[in-house]
Nanobody
Framework: QVQLVESGGGLVQAGGSLRLSCAAS????????MGWFRQAPGKEREFVVA????????YYAGSVKGRFTISRDNAKNTVYLQMNSLKPEDTAVYYC????????????????WGQGTQVTVSS
């Protein structure tokens, strides 16, 4: 199993930037694909971006492509989400997720979830 703890959320003005971090427990972090999801009030949780275990593959939702960047540091058991040019519609609770993968691709389903971190973008 892996436990995930997100950090880095907060309040930012539109056009600003934030960097989220997700720290994972366990010694096999490098064998997990990682993803970021978000859930705005009154809306369903939606996919944001994901990265394969090696970092060689990434996949972005269209709404964040070109503004958000996912990266990972397997030595630190951490995945990051750099969010630039933030918009009020990016306001949501952001969740980190993990799935153990043998193949180096981005999965659709995830098995482990963090508690989330709030991101609020003011206009």
């Amino acid at each position: 199993q892996v436990q995930l703890v997100e950090s880095g959320g907060g309040l930012v003005q539109a056009g600003g930037s934030l960097r989220l971090s997700c720290a994972a427990s366990g010694r096999t972090f490098s064998s997990y694909a990682m993803g970021w999801f978000r859930q705005a009030p009154g809306k369903e949780r939606e996919f944001v971006v994901a990265i394969s275990w090696s970092g060689g593959s990434t996949y972005y939702a269209g709404s964040v492509k070109g503004r958000f960047t996912i990266s990972r540091d397997n030595a630190k058991n951490t995945v990051y989400l750099q969010m630039n040019s933030l918009k009020p519609e990016d306001t949501a609770v952001y969740y980190c997720a993990a799935r153990h993968q043998v193949s180096d691709y981005v999965p659709r389903e995830y098995d482990y979830w963090g508690q989330g971190t709030q991101v609020t973008v003011s206009s």
